[in-house]
């Protein structure tokens, strides 16, 4: 919602929650940035993050080690969330897609890392075959506190 007259500032502490609804969020970061999907989209106070994977910048492909891998799609999603004025203790939910399921003690390790207070609900879902042959793809609900 776009305000293009003076509004009084009552209805804008009202109307401001509504302010981010449809806002979409594009790094200039992500690797892959000819593909079709914004990183974040905003619904109300809700932000709905995009799969993340851990591709090298350089390479455009997954780092040989599990655990750079690992922070890499750390990384990504924390960025995500900064360009939209949070942090991963505001994230709700994390659905992590993995492709090896035996990779799941070193991607934790990296994971626990990356959160200050309470973790957010979680999936850990096999998924075999990722885009890219990524081993992990994580993507995120977040929202702003009250």
């Not at 799969?51 to 492909?61: E, S, V």
């Not at 997954?62 to 960025?79: Q, S, T």
């Not at 492709?99 to 626990?112: G, I, P, T, W």
């Not at 200050?116 to 995120?140: H, I, M, N, T, Y």
Request: aromatic share 10%; hydrophobic share 45%.
């Amino acid at each position: 919602m776009i305000l293009e007259w003076p509004i009084l500032s009552t209805f804008l502490l009202v109307a401001g929650l509504a302010a981010t609804d449809g806002k979409r969020i594009r790094l200039a970061q992500t690797v892959r940035s000819n593909l079709p999907f914004s990183d974040a989209v905003w619904h109300g106070d809700t932000l709905y993050v995009s799969g993340h994977i851990g591709l090298d910048p350089k390479t455009g492909r997954p780092p040989e080690a599990v655990e750079e891998e690992a922070r890499l799609v750390m990384d990504g999603l924390k960025r995500t969330l900064e360009a939209a004025d949070l942090t991963m203790d505001d994230l709700l939910s994390v659905q992590i897609f993995c492709s090896d399921l035996s990779q799941f003690e070193k991607f934790n390790l990296v994971y626990r890392t990356y959160f200050k207070g309470d973790f957010p609900a979680r999936a850990f879902l096999g998924s075999g075959k990722l885009l890219f042959d990524a081993r992990f793809e994580v993507q995120g609900i977040a929202g702003k506190k009250a």
